[in-house]
């Protein structure tokens, strides 16, 4: 059973950093893309970056694009987001993914591609 654990949220000021971490477990994480979503209230969820197994590809939504770093790091089975310079928008629970088919990086960003789901860290950013 794939188990994905994210951690690293909580409540900042607009323009300031925090960095997500997200463990993984149940199976070999580095055969697997992994993505970052979020979800604001009232919201739809939205994709915020991916990066593919090896961490040779990273794609990012444009409203991150410049602020936001996926990386990973396969000996300890993490994938990160470092996320800077933070604005008000960035609120929502952020929410990390993985794929069921090993080595693709097609359309990273979308969810339907991604068949197991953390429980979610919450991301305030104050104004």
């Known amino acids: 059973q794939v188990q994905l654990v994210e951690s690293g949220g909580g409540l900042v000021q607009a323009g300031g950093s925090l960095n997500l971490s997200c463990v993984a477990s149940?199976?070999?994480?580095?055969?697997?893309?992994m993505g970052w979503f979020r979800r604001a209230p009232g919201k739809d969820g939205e994709f915020v970056a991916a990066?593919?197994?090896?961490?040779?590809?990273?794609y990012y939504a444009d409203s991150v694009k410049g602020r936001f770093t996926i990386s990973r790091d396969n000996a300890e089975n993490t994938v990160y987001l470092q996320m800077n310079s933070l604005k008000p928008e960035d609120t929502a629970v952020y929410y990390c993914a993985t794929r069921s088919v090993p080595v693709s990086f097609v359309n990273p960003e979308d969810s339907h591609r991604y068949a197991y789901w953390g429980q979610g860290t919450q991301v305030t950013v104050s104004s």
């Open positions: 990066i593919s197994w090896n961490g040779g590809n990273t």
């Open positions: 149940g199976r070999a994480f580095s055969s697997y893309t």
